[in-house]
């Protein structure tokens, strides 16, 4: 807010009395020569006009990797969804941990969000026999929550139903 309201008193002193006298009194009361001041101000606005890099959206990544192996797309997509809703590798251990398991190389990760194009591109270096088991076990597998609501209950876990008793 007080950065706000000092830069907008300096646009105003720039707009009323022009650049280079506002650079002659800041130079005056600095014991500054003008050249000084205005190559600090040129390095500060480079400095801000530099931003942090975005993540790749999720759905990109997956394309990006379709393209590039088709055969693959649609397991690779439903993981990519399940992945976002963590319902797939939830926690960062849990990336991890696969990551580890796949042989694919990962460094150190900071976040699931910051991981996500790692984990798509090791996916894509999967056989569509694999993330097509990949697929299935995460859809059939239950939450650490559920897991540990039976555990407390005391309930066995659900029987798969058999498709022909549903006719």
């Known amino acids: 807010m007080t950065k706000d309201l000092i ?4 646009r105003l002193l720039i707009l009323r009395h022009g650049k280079a006298k506002v650079l002659e009194a800041l130079a ?3 014991e500054q020569t003008v050249e000084e001041i205005d190559r600090q101000m040129q390095a500060l606005g480079q400095k801000t006009k530099t931003k942090k890099r975005a993540q790749p959206e999720l759905m990109d990544l997956v394309a990006e990797q379709a393209g590039l192996h088709p055969e693959i797309s649609e397991p690779l997509r439903a993981l990519a969804v399940a992945f976002e809703n963590r319902s797939f590798l939830p926690q ?4 991890q941990r696969f990551l580890d398991r796949i042989g694919a190389p990962h460094g150190k990760l900071k976040s699931r969000t910051a991981a996500t194009a790692t984990v798509i591109r090791a996916l894509a270096k999967l056989g569509p026999e694999e993330l097509a ?3 299935a076990d995460k859809s059939g597998s239950d939450s650490e929550y559920s897991l540990l609501a039976r555990a407390i209950m005391g309930t066995p876990p659900p029987k798969p139903q058999d498709p022909a008793q549903n006719n």
């Open 28 to 30: 005056a009361l600095g």
């Open 133 to 135: 088991r990949l697929s």
């Open 92 to 95: 960062l251990r849990d990336v």
């Open 7 to 10: 830069d907008l008193d300096v």
